[in-house]
C-alpha cells in the first residue's frame, strides 16, 4: 500500500518573498533558484503521494510571507489530502490569538515556527502560550531548527536543543524538527530520542548525499528510525529526487566497510503514516 506522505511542502508566490531573501538565496544556491511555485505545480509534484502539508511562514524580520489564508484557500481544495499550517510570528502581539483564529476560521491544521526567519528564541517566555495554545489545539509544530542562508537569521536562536524544554513542558504537543536540524543532527536526534512527542524530517537533505548518509547511519545507532518522516521541501526538492536519494543513500560507501543504512529503514521512512502519526486525522 502506498503510504508515501509528504510532510514538508511549500506553496510560495513571488511576492511572498522580500527581494533581500531572494538575492540571499540565489547566493547560496545559484542564479538559477526558484522559491515559488504555482498551485498546478504543487498538485502535481505530490501527485505519487497520499496527501502532503503545506506551509504558511509570517516571517517579516526576513521579509518571507507566506499568509495563512493563501495556504488555507489551496488546501481547502482537497481537505482529505492537503494539510495546512498556519505560521503566527511570536513576536506578534498575542499570537496564540492569532493562532486560534487562523484554525478556527482557516481550518488550519498545525504550527510552522522558524526562529531563524522569525527572529525569537524558542526558550523566551513570550512563545509559552503560543506553544499552550498549539497543545490545546491539538496542533502539531513544524519547526524549521537547523541553519539557513538568510544572512539576518540568528544562528543562536536555531539550534535543535532548545527545543528540549519546550517538549518536557508540552508533552502534548507534537513537534517535527525539519531537515534533521541541518547541520545539528547529532542535536535533533538526541532531542527526538528522548521525547515521544518529537519527530523529525529528512527534507532537503537531498543536495547533501554524505550529510545525508551520516544523519541517517546516527539516526539508525540511537534508535530513532520510528521517528524519521518523509518530506521533500518541495519547490526546492521534488518527491522523486527525494525518493532516488534515499534509495542511492549507501553508494558512497559501496565496496567499503562503512555502516550501511538498512534497506528496511529506508522502507520505513517511505511508508509511514504520518497524518495519523501527527494527529491530523
Ligand atoms: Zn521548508
Avoid at 498575542?94 to 491544521?109: D, G, I, N, T
Avoid at 529526487?241 to 562503512?258: F, K, P
Amino acid at each position: 500500500m502506498n503510504l508515501l506522505f509528504d510532510c514538508h511542502t511549500h506553496l510560495v508566490e513571488p511576492h511572498h518573498i522580500s527581494g533581500h531573501f531572494l538575492a540571499d538565496a540565489k547566493k547560496a544556491w545559484g542564479e538559477s533558484f526558484r522559491l515559488s511555485s504555482t498551485p498546478e505545480e504543487h498538485r502535481k509534484a505530490n501527485e505519487g503521494c497520499t496527501g502532503a502539508i503545506v506551509l504558511a511562514l509570517d516571517a517579516p524580520a526576513v521579509g518571507f510571507n507566506v499568509p495563512n489564508e493563501w495556504v488555507a484557500q489551496y488546501t481547502a481544495e482537497n481537505p482529505t489530502r492537503l494539510f495546512g499550517f498556519a505560521s503566527v510570528d511570536p513576536n506578534r502581539d498575542s499570537p496564540e490569538r492569532l493562532l486560534e483564529a487562523a484554525v478556527k476560521e482557516l481550518h488550519l491544521k498545525g504550527l510552522k515556527l522558524a526562529p531563524i526567519y522569525q527572529d525569537f528564541h524558542p526558550l523566551d517566555r513570550i512563545c509559552y502560550p503560543l506553544y499552550a495554545k498549539a497543545q490545546e489545539l491539538k496542533l502539531p509544530i513544524m519547526w524549521h531548527q537547523g541553519t539557513s542562508f538568510v544572512h539576518k537569521g540568528p544562528l543562536e536562536k536555531s539550534r535543535p536543543v532548545y527545543l528540549d524544554p519546550v517538549a518536557r513542558s508540552f508533552p502534548d504537543l507534537k513537534m517535527i524538527i525539519a531537515h534533521m536540524g541541518h547541520p545539528w543532527m547529532g542535536e535533533t536526534i538526541s532531542v527526538v530520542r528522548k521525547n515521544p512527542n518529537v519527530f523529525t524530517d529528512i527534507s532537503a537533505l537531498a543536495s547533501r548525499p554524505w550529510q545525508m548518509y551520516n544523519a541517517l547511519v546516527e539516526a539508525v545507532e540511537y534508535g530513532i528510525e520510528d521517528k524519521l518522516l518523509f518530506g521533500t521541501d518541495f519547490p526546492f526538492f521534488t518527491v522523486e529526487r527525494t525518493v532516488e536519494s534515499l534509495r542511492n543513500i549507501n553508494l558512497a560507501v559501496d565496496g567499503t566497510n562503512l555502516p550501511r543504512v538498512p534497506e528496511r529503514v529506508i522502507e520505513k521512512i517511505l511508508h509511514k503514516n504520518t497524518p495519523e502519526l501527527l494527529g491530523l486525522v
